[in-house]
């Protein structure tokens, strides 16, 4: 199984803060790599797919990079709604594995 | 609009069994992949099963042989039949819509808890 690994495992950031967040694989991925975001008490929702493009309908301060086996999330300004927990999920080979999260808490 | 809405969620006891079902609308339903993905109280997401447009089954080891993911294109539904089932699989359990291609999950449902005690 490809083991994903986030990190920090959380962080704190303020309002209009520029946050980056990675993710590697335990082997390479060629670009089956998703961005989620979840908030407390709702089911997840996508953000980037492909390692890089913006799912339709998220704002563009969102934006993902990487190849192979590590990845990363950016927020170019943090927004207050932008307070969730952020999990990349590889699609490249079953069985299809998330990392633990990275949790994004108001400074 | 794409809705998925879980039912069938409850409180079941050591070794016993659940089935989950998921009503789709919104989309063709017969056109996508369509998988299930659980996450515990306080936990992460772990993947749960997945069944293709063509009917190919896939699941991880933690509940192969256990839990029988089918659908019913007919109905737009998509179901998990769980047995043997113990606290370990005590989460919501949601069912979510695969784009296939870079096989992400677009859309979600808002889960169903199985509790298992």
């Known amino acids: 199984d490809i083991q994903m690994t986030q990190s920090p495992s959380s962080l704190s950031a303020s309002v209009g803060d520029r946050v980056t967040f990675t993710c590697r694989a335990s082997q390479s991925l060629s670009g089956y790599l998703q961005w989620y975001q979840q908030k407390p008490g709702k089911a997840p929702k996508l953000l980037i797919y492909g390692a890089s493009s913006l799912q339709s309908g998220v704002p563009s301060r969102f934006s993902g990079s990487g190849s192979g086996t590590d990845f990363t999330l950016t927020i170019s300004s943090l927004q207050p709604e932008d307070f969730a927990t952020y999990y990349c999920?590889?699609?490249?080979?079953?069985?299809?594995?998330f990392g633990q999260g990275t949790k994004v808490e108001i400074k | 609009e794409v809705q998925l809405v879980e039912s069938g969620g409850g409180l079941v006891q050591p070794g016993g069994s659940l089935r989950l079902s998921c009503a789709a609308s919104g989309f063709t339903f017969r056109n996508y992949d369509m998988h299930w993905v659980r996450q515990a109280t306080g936990k992460g997401l772990e993947w749960v099963s997945g069944?293709?447009?063509?009917?190919?089954?896939y699941y991880p080891g933690s509940v192969k042989g256990r839990f029988t993911i089918s659908r019913e294109n007919a109905k737009n539904s998509l179901y998990l039949h769980m047995n043997s089932l113990t606290a370990g699989d005590t989460a919501v359990y949601y069912c979510?819509?695969?784009?296939?291609?870079?096989?992400?999950?677009?859309?979600w449902g808002q889960g169903t808890l199985v509790t298992v005690s």
């Open positions: 069944i293709s447009s063509a009917g190919d089954t």
């Open positions: 979510a819509r695969v784009t296939w291609g870079w096989n992400y999950f677009d859309s």
């Open positions: 999920q590889q699609s490249y080979s079953i069985p299809w594995t």
